[in-house]
Nanobody, 119 residues
Framework: QVRLVESGGGLVQPGGSLRLSCAAS????????LGWYRQAPGKERELVAA???????NYADSVKGRFTISRDNAEKTVYLQMNSLKPEDTAVYYC?????????????WGQGTQVTVSS
């Protein structure tokens, strides 16, 4: 059984920052790929960023230069540092994990954490 638990969401003003964390636990010893997706009301879930165990990253064009994904392999934790937040970043953010090397990790999912960017 695999469990992903996100934390760090909340309400922030435009231009502000938030840091999301996701801790993975369970029977899988190593997740090759970890990532973050988001889903805004009325929209489909979209990939925000992904990172492999080797450090290769992939970002959505809309967040490049503002968001940074990182991971702690020993702790099986993935982070998403979000800077210069915009109202259009408002969404539920989901952590994902995959035992294979992929830039679209989707084998396991967290429950999601709400991020609201508003003045």
């Amino acid at each position: 059984q695999v469990r992903l638990v996100e934390s760090g969401g909340g309400l922030v003003q435009p231009g502000g920052s938030l840091r999301l964390s996701c801790a993975a636990s369970g029977t899988i010893v190593r997740f090759n790929a970890l990532g973050w997706y988001r889903q805004a009301p009325g929209k489909e879930r979209e990939l925000v960023a992904a990172i492999t165990s080797g450090g290769k990253t992939n970002y959505a064009d809309s967040v490049k230069g503002r968001f940074t994904i990182s991971r702690d392999n020993a702790e099986k934790t993935v982070y998403l540092q979000m800077n210069s937040l915009k109202p259009e970043d408002t969404a539920v953010y989901y952590c994902s994990a995959d035992p294979i090397a992929t830039m679209i990790p989707s084998a396991y999912w967290g429950q999601g954490t709400q991020v609201t960017v508003s003045s």
